[in-house]
C-alpha cells in the first residue's frame, strides 16, 4: 500500500528530529535543553523582547516559560527592564554574561549545521535549501496564507519587473527622476552578473498571481550584508508583505553568517522606515544631498545580529 502524506511526513518528522538530535535531552551536549536555546534565541534577536510575545510566538505555555526566565535571570543570563509603554510589563534582554553563553550555542549550531552541509556537493546543498524554504511557505506563516501571498525567488523577466516598477512607483508617489531608476537598473545588473547564492538573494513577493514586492541582500563585506530595493505594491499594501520580505532578509543573513545587515534610505519614506524600526534596525547616520532630482536625506541604519 502507497504511503499516505501524513505517513510520509511523519516518516519525515521521525528521521529529521533523529538527524539535528532533537531527541537528546541537552542541546548539542550543553547544559540547555532546545526550548531554552530557542528562548535565548528570541531574546537575543528582539529589539526590546517581552516574555508575553515570545510566549505566544512559540506556543509555549506562559508558565513554563516564567519559571525558564527566572532560571536564567538566577543564572545571570538576562535582565528584565519596566516597559515605557507599559509599567506592569518587562522587557527582556541578554547580559554580558547571557550573550556569551548564547554565541557558544550559536556557533556551535552553525558549525553542526555547516559539517552536515559539507557532506552535500553546492547543487544538493541548493536543493536542500530550496525544499527547507519551501516547507516553511507550506506549513509555517498562517498570516501570508491568509492575505494570499507568497515569498520566492525571481524567474525570469522578475528582475526587469524590479526595475521597471520601482521607477514608476518612486517617479509616482515622490516626484524622482530617471536617476533612480538607472540606479536600481545598476543594482539589479550586479545582482544578475555577480549572485552568490550562498550569501545573497532576491525574494519576490506574489498575491493573486501577481508580483506585489521584492527586496534583496547582497554582501557588502565578509560581515556585513546590505539590505537593498524594497517595495510593496500600492495595490497590496496592508497585507503584511513588506514586514516579511524584512524579516526573510534578516533570517537568511544570519543563517549565512552576516554580524550585521546595513541599509540606506531617505527621510520621508515613512513606511519603510517603520519596518526596519519595528526589526530592531538603528539609525546610524544622515547627510543631504541632492538626487533623483530632489534635495534629500539620506540615512543609514543597522542591524546587528
Not at 501577481?210 to 560581515?223: D, E, H, M, Q, Y
Request: some cysteine; charged content about 30%.
Amino acid at each position: 500500500m502507497d504511503a499516505t502524506p501524513v505517513e510520509d511526513l511523519r516518516r519525515f518528522n521521525r528521521f529529521y528530529t533523529r538527524r539535528i538530535g532533537l531527541l537528546s535531552k541537552r542541546f548539542l551536549n550543553s547544559d540547555f535543553s532546545l526550548a531554552e536555546v530557542r528562548v535565548l534565541y528570541e531574546i537575543a534577536h528582539r529589539a526590546r523582547a517581552a516574555a508575553s510575545e515570545i510566549a505566544a510566538d512559540l506556543s509555549m505555555d506562559p508558565g513554563y516559560l516564567s519559571r525558564m526566565l527566572l532560571r536564567f535571570e538566577q543564572d545571570g543570563l538576562i535582565a528584565r527592564e519596566r516597559s515605557d509603554d507599559d509599567g506592569r510589563r518587562s522587557r527582556l534582554s541578554l547580559t554580558a554574561k547571557g550573550k556569551r553563553v548564547f554565541d557558544r550555542l550559536d556557533r556551535a549550531q552553525h558549525d553542526e549545521i555547516a559539517a552536515m552541509l559539507r557532506s552535500l556537493g553546492e547543487e544538493d546543498t541548493q536543493r536542500l535549501t530550496e525544499c527547507a524554504r519551501t516547507l516553511q511557505q507550506l506549513l509555517g506563516a498562517p498570516a501570508q496564507r491568509a492575505n494570499g501571498f507568497i515569498l520566492r525567488e525571481p524567474r525570469p523577466g522578475d528582475i526587469g519587473w524590479v526595475v521597471q516598477r520601482h521607477g514608476a512607483i518612486y517617479a509616482a508617489e515622490y516626484g524622482w527622476n530617471e536617476q533612480f531608476e538607472a540606479l536600481v537598473g545598476e543594482i539589479a545588473s550586479a545582482f544578475l552578473k555577480h549572485h552568490d547564492p550562498k550569501r545573497e538573494r532576491c525574494w519576490i513577493a506574489e498575491h493573486q498571481g501577481r508580483n506585489a514586492g521584492c527586496i534583496f541582500l547582497v554582501r557588502k563585506s565578509n560581515a556585513v550584508a546590505q539590505l537593498r530595493l524594497l517595495l510593496v505594491e500600492p495595490a497590496a499594501r496592508g497585507l503584511g508583505i513588506g514586514r516579511a520580505l524584512v524579516r526573510e532578509c534578516i533570517e537568511f543573513a544570519r543563517a549565512a553568517g552576516y554580524r550585521k545587515i546595513a541599509l540606506w534610505t531617505n527621510r520621508g519614506l515613512d513606511a519603510a522606515r517603520h519596518l526596519y524600526e519595528e526589526a530592531g534596525f538603528k539609525l546610524a547616520g544622515e547627510e543631504r544631498h541632492r538626487t533623483f532630482g530632489k534635495s534629500l536625506t539620506g540615512q543609514n541604519w543597522e542591524l546587528h545580529i
